[in-house]
């Protein structure tokens, strides 16, 4: 099923003369993860204007759900719980005078019951790291907080389309991999996530389909590999070959193997390369209800195990109290690299995302890998 679809759509900007968007007809599926990549200019912000009603197409239709959009403020207001877009600055975004005040904007507009709202304030502002900003002037906040609060806004619709216009771009290298982390464990629970970028790393780790796009016009739709397999249509689009993609490559050609499966990850290139016996990763869940004194106790038996974080609720609860951790951010890979060395690693997770955890290890036996596997109860 389709979430958004657009059907040959253009549009010109007030007094420009050429397109920014030429003919369009993209169909975004539920569920996948998508990657809308283009050099500067390319589109990409046009083409999020679309989705959310912001613009309407001078020619061709946007459907949402399979309707086509209405462009009065009823239906945009209906479309806007459904689909939240982040935009890429912060400040077309950004008006409440508090930050809590400007989360709780979206869900208020919603004529949700108070109740409801200041628990979703609370959650969004857990999940974006800003609770103790709660109270905080909007106009005093740093650019990367005040593209966190964009993002915070969005996420309090619990929207079951999240965009996001280059969310890491100004982000420091933790927030970024946060949301990232973020982003999969609401993809792992059913929201279909959609990311512009022209960084092809992020791209490509990230992405089940890309739709890439060049001076208005779509020009790829499909696999990642298929696309940056062309050297030609990667140059003329702006961007470079992802770093992984490149090194997998060239190691195969020296071993004179096939390239396939493309690894995405460290620890799935990895994979590719070691043998040998593995180690064991034992993932403790963690909830808000989990005692921190009972978890430092279990951490206390770790021996020479390395302890990596995963997920919003136990990064926060490591760090609250001062919990011992070696890796608390890109704790899943990290930890994995261990286990890849033959050590034994310990997974503090979320306990929403035990099960994502478990699909990322049997992805890994695509790569030639099987790490043993416990969940502590
Ligand atoms: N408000 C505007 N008025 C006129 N032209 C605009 C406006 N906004 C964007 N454009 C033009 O439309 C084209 C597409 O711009 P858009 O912002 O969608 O690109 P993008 O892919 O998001 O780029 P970036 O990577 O820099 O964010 C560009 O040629 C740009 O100059
Ligand atoms: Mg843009």
Same mark, same amino acid.
């Given at each position: 099923?389709?979430?958004?679809? !657009? ?24 569920? +996948? ?13 046009? %083409? ?12 061709? +239709? ?6 086509? +959009? ?8 209906? %479309? ?36 409801? +709202? ?63 982390? %973020?982003?999969?464990? %609401?993809?792992? @629970? ?6 512009? !970028? ?41 961007? @470079? ?23 995405? !990850? ?74 890849? @060395? ?36």
């Amino acid at each position: 099923m389709n979430v958004i679809e !657009t059907e040959n759509i253009t549009y010109y900007y007030e007094g420009a003369k050429t397109p920014s968007m030429k003919g369009v007809s993209i169909s975004i599926r539920k569920g +996948v993860k998508t990657v809308i990549l283009g050099a500067n200019g390319a589109g990409k912000s046009t %083409l999020f204007y679309h989705f959310n009603g912001v613009v309407k197409p001078k020619e061709g +239709v946007v459907k949402v759900m399979g309707e086509p +959009v209405s462009y009065r403020k009823k239906g945009l207001t209906a %479309l806007r719980s459904r689909i939240a877009v982040v935009l890429q600055n912060p400040d077309d975004q950004v008006f409440g005078q508090t930050v809590e005040t400007d989360i709780a904007y979206g869900p208020r507009n919603m004529k949700l019951p108070e109740s409801e +709202v200041k628990e979703r304030v609370e959650e969004a502002l857990f999940q974006t790291g800003l609770g103790d900003l709660r109270d905080k002037n909007t106009l005093q906040l740093s650019y990367g907080q005040r593209k966190r609060l964009a993002l915070a806004g969005a996420l309090a619709m619990k929207p079951e389309v999240l965009i996001m216009d280059e969310p890491t771009a100004g982000l420091d290298p933790q927030m970024a991999l946060e949301l990232m982390e %973020l982003a999969e464990q %609401l993809h792992h @629970m059913g929201t279909t996530i959609v990311i512009s !970028t022209h960084d092809v790393d992020l791209a490509y780790a990230w992405a089940d389909e890309i739709h890439v796009l060049r001076r208005g016009e779509l020009i790829f739709s499909g696999n990642s590999e298929d696309f940056y397999s062309d050297p030609m249509a990667v140059h003329s689009t702006g961007v @470079m070959q992802p770093s992984m993609f490149v090194i997998n490559n060239n190691l195969a050609a020296f071993r004179g193997e096939d390239p396939a499966p493309y690894p995405r !990850t460290e620890s799935q290139l990895v994979s590719k390369m070691v043998s040998g016996p593995k180690g064991r990763m034992t993932a403790i869940p963690v909830g808000t209800d989990t005692d921190a004194a009972a978890l430092g106790r279990i951490l206390d038996g770790r021996g020479d195990s390395k302890v990596g974080v995963f997920g919003t609720v136990s990064r926060r609860m490591m760090y609250d109290s001062s919990l011992p951790a070696d890796y608390v951010f890109n704790g899943f890979e990290s930890c994995m690299g261990e286990c890849l @060395m033959g050590r034994d690693s310990i997974l503090v997770c979320d306990r929403d995302s035990i099960s994502l955890i478990e699909s990322k290890i049997q992805r890994l036996k695509d790569f030639g890998t099987e790490v043993g596997f416990e969940v502590r109860a």
